[in-house]
């Protein structure tokens, strides 16, 4: 077992999908088609971010594993 493993690595995951889930439903309760503010280019980097995010953290637990 790895130094990034068991609970914060689960813990890690449940934190980047919460933030990549509610950022798409953010995105898709406040477009423009329903009325709602221009805010969807800032959710898509949001979104880009988290996933570069998940990418990199996935590289640390590959190394580390």
Known sequence: T???SGGPAREADEV???ILTNASLAA??????RGG???A???EE???STRRA???YSQIRSFAG
Not at 28 to 33: F, K, R, W
């Open 37 to 39: 503010p221009p805010v």
């Open 16 to 18: 980047i999908s919460a």
């Open 28 to 33: 898709m309760d406040l477009s423009e088609a």
């Open 46 to 48: 949001l979104e880009a």
């Open 41 to 43: 280019p800032l959710l």
């Open 54 to 56: 998940a990418a990199l």
């Open 2 to 4: 790895g130094a990034v």
